[in-house]
């Protein structure tokens, strides 16, 4: 049974809407005015969602910070966005993200780059991704494709890899694995139906599924992070995919038998 508390409902729906109108202002005139440490504002935002809605964050291990990254992840939810916002990486989201309610908004203010589905376009989207690439920024994408209900990993596609081959006249491009995991409800471990609760997958409505949220408690959420690994360091893109499919794949497997 999903313990839930309705009270929440009007205290989250006020906070929410305080916040996501609050936020953009006050970045655009930190921007303006050029305050310092302004391009930190996401972060806060993401923090203050993941507070909106009771979501508990543990993270195993470090991202790497100090290079070019491509950040590659199992996808569950629209919340995985808000899990892993304290990254200082752009997200890479098809096309849609950008007008769902809130979440588009979010996606928004963390300079996400929207890429529409379509075989025409994959060199456009590459080349947007190595541009970033080539300024020493980072970047988070979930290769699966889809999403899932949380207790396992589809096969990752590889053709994205190939944004980290740069070349020679630009710094090799790290690839870091991460393995996110819904493990409780209320410090208690889930079962499926209630990680359905978070999970958003298959025909799932958007907006039934987060209307949801308002009434939910606390979420457990656990993020690893692997070691990174080069492309150069496998034969082809497609063993570099299947390499960090198998980490992240194996590691989600353990959190789920030890939850």
Known sequence: MMSRNYLLVPIRVLALVIWVVSMPLVFMLCSLFRVPRHTELPHVFHAGMRAIFGI??????????????LYVSNHISYLDVIVLGGLKAFFIAKSEVANWPVFGQLARFQNTLFFERSAGKARHQLNAMQNHLKLGKRLTLFPEGTSTNGTHVVPF???LFEAA??????????????????????DLAMNQAQRD????????PFGAHFAKLFSLKKVDVKVVFHPVCYLDEFESRKECAEHCYKLVADTLDELMAAA
């Not at 609760?197 to 799932?204: D, E, K, Q």
Request: net charge positive.
């Open 56 to 69: 508990r964050v543990q993270k195993l291990g470090n991202a790497t910070e100090t290079q070019p990254a």
């Open 157 to 159: 596609k590889s053709s």
């Open 165 to 186: 081959n740069l070349g020679d006249d630009y710094p090799r491009v790290a690839i870091q694995p991460i393995t996110i995991a819904y493990t409780h409800h209320n």
């Open 197 to 204: 609760h978070y999970a958003w997958y298959a025909t799932m």
